[in-house]
């Protein structure tokens, strides 16, 4: 065997046994005698050609590969902002319990986009030097303002004719001002759609308002009907309140009886109008975890079944920790404020994300399309302050097993704890998802059948 030296680790008992994890995100299961001979540097054979293989080790064969993986985990830091929120307005023809965005009731006046500023706002995000540009239109309820809609898809393809980026639109809409139309306009210029299905109709509408369930069925069976094409795409989101706890298959059940094959069982932030609701809709992380967990047992059945449907946290996770970078703005360090997405509101008043907006203050407010230039954004003081507070490395993750899968928000932190350094482990969201990443790597040494699912979830 060759020299070599321990890369840093981080270790966890699963179990029986030992994971034990790295910065650049390679891990490994050892029992106990297996640790033991690690840490005093006693490798048999066998287990040294396990650990170099994995980078647990350092010698001269793998330290070029172990260089490259770490180069690739971090290739967001220099690709340039490449999510792009639009706020087409902030009227909204529902009232949902838990909702972020801070909405205004639909009679409500001055809260719209306007087309002039519409056009600065494409024009700055066309100043980002990313490849890769996806612009979504938000709300509110966004088709209550569809005629600047219209001039942002139109706009920005004209403008990407000149700068020739990879060019993803998209509308997130609950469908109650969907018609004809402006599905084949959606349809013709190829821009995604996605809605929020919270379950059975009962559930949906209790969280998201009377007669808000038939339009989004409605729809989502237009839309799949007109993906035979392969032009047309849909998507749909879910968020978990505390009556959706009681219903973890009928909220799986219904995906699979609208056609949705992905399935994203989030969490409440308390933001936005949600605060006011607060104490109905919350539950412990504990609670959440409990859920999700019946939730993605019942798919592992439904999977065996032929049925296929995927949940997207789960099938994140797995990514990561199979050494992908599925670019999820929230498990990145830093996270995507500002450097992997930026939000403008209707107003074009620029925000580091999209939960940035919904604090209810100006702490996370950047600037404005109409005074200031991308450059000026992305390195600003204050852009580099909020990215500073978002890196693991400096605070109580770095001694966490998960943390090279993992990555802090520092909105969440501020709106829980009221500040953007927080403690950490204390935070819903930190315990979410460390119970979470125990969930799904007791399942990969553990479940052989669960783990076939998952892997398949990240292939497909």
């Keep these: 065997m060759k020299e070599y030296r321990l890369n840093f680790l981080r270790k966890k008992k699963i179990g029986e046994k030992y994971l034990v994890t790295t910065d650049h995100g390679s891990w490994i299961y050892l029992g106990t005698e297996e640790l033991d001979k690690l840490i005093s540097k006693d490798l048999d054979e066998s287990l040294y050609a396990r650990c170099e293989e994995k980078g647990i080790i350092i010698t001269e064969d793998n330290k070029s590969d172990i260089i490259k993986n770490i180069r690739e985990k971090y290739a967001f830091l220099s690709s340039g902002t490449s999510l792009h929120i639009i706020v087409a307005t902030l009227r909204c023809n529902l009232h949902c319990v838990y909702c972020h965005a801070s909405s205004c009731p639909q009679s409500f006046e001055g809260y719209d986009m306007d087309e002039k500023t519409a056009k600065k706002t494409v024009d700055f995000i066309f100043q980002s030097p990313a490849k890769n540009i996806t612009i979504e239109i938000q709300g509110g309820e966004p ?30 809409t609950n469908f109650g001002m969907m018609d004809g139309e402006k599905l084949d306009f959606f349809e013709n210029e190829d821009v995604d759609i996605c809605t929020s299905l919270d379950g ?21 069976e237009e839309i799949r009907k007109r993906e035979k094409n392969g032009i047309l795409h849909k998507n749909a989101v879910l968020t978990v309140t505390h009556e959706s706890l009681k219903y973890p298959r009928e909220i799986v059940d219904e995906y699979v009886k609208n056609g949705v094959k992905d399935i994203h069982l989030r969490f409440l932030n308390n933001l936005g109008n949600a605060k006011q609701d607060w104490e109905k809709i919350c539950y412990s992380s504990e609670e959440f975890i409990d859920y999700w967990k019946k939730s ?10 032929g049925i296929f449907l995927r949940e997207r946290g789960a099938t994140i996770i797995m990514k990561k920790i199979l050494g992908g970078e599925p670019n999820y703005l929230e498990l990145r360090s830093p996270c995507g404020a500002a450097i992997g997405q930026l939000l403008y509101n209707y107003d074009g008043a620029i925000y580091t994300c999209d939960e940035a907006r919904m604090v209810g203050e100006d702490i996370f407010k950047l600037g404005n399309v109409k005074e200031n230039n991308y450059s000026e954004i992305i390195s600003s003081n204050q852009t580099c302050g909020i990215v500073a507070a978002s890196i693991n490395d400096t605070q109580i993750c770095d001694s966490c097993v998960y943390k090279p899968y993992c990555g802090i928000c520092p909105v969440c932190n501020y709106a829980e704890q009221g500040s953007i350094i927080a403690k950490i482990p204390q935070t819903m969201r930190c315990q979410i998802y460390k119970a979470q990443f125990d969930y799904l790597f007791d399942k990969v040494l553990n479940d052989s059948i669960a783990k076939e699912v998952l892997l398949t979830w990240v292939k497909n």
């Design 200 to 220: 059975p109709k009962e559930l949906h509408e209790k969280n998201r308002n009377f007669g808000s369930h038939g339009p989004v069925v409605k729809w989502l």
């Design 143 to 172: 088709l209550l303002n569809y005629d600047v809609i219209e001039y942002i898809v139109k706009y920005s393809k004209k403008l990407n004719e000149v700068h020739k980026k990879n060019l993803r639109l998209t509308v997130v």
């Design 296 to 305: 993605l047992e019942y798919i592992f059945e439904l999977d065996k079944s």
